[in-house]
């Protein structure tokens, strides 16, 4: 889509409905010099000056599930294991400070 005869203010109002629709968009300018916005289907890959949602502006509390872990006759990275599975994830995500005694119960902070 040519943009040459347009003002910034109307190029980005483009870029925010591309957005809203989740398209990617970015003003280029073309080999015969004219300024362009080229619009495609948002892929997932990172490219130029895009941000990945929940990356920036979020604190630490934001970022990470904090709760307390209360077992009985399981060590810490048997619970681990099992919540990773069920999450479909690795248990490497998880972190925790010590091993809590596997025959007692116990609660710990994860």
């Known amino acids: 889509m040519g943009v040459d005869q347009m003002s910034k203010e109307e190029r980005t109002a483009i870029h925010t409905i591309a957005k809203r629709f989740e398209l990617r968009s970015e003003t280029i300018t073309n080999e015969a010099k004219e300024k362009v916005i080229r619009i495609e289907k948002n892929t997932g890959k990172k490219g130029k000056g895009d941000i990945v949602r929940g990356e920036r ?37 998880f972190s925790f400070a010590g091993t809590k005694d596997k025959r007692g119960r116990t609660l710990q902070r994860v």
């Open 57 to 93: 502006g979020r604190s630490k509390q934001e970022k990470f599930l904090h709760f307390s872990l209360y077992k009985e006759n399981f060590s810490t990275g048997e619970c681990i294991s099992c919540m990773a599975r069920g999450a479909r994830t690795k248990d490497r995500f």
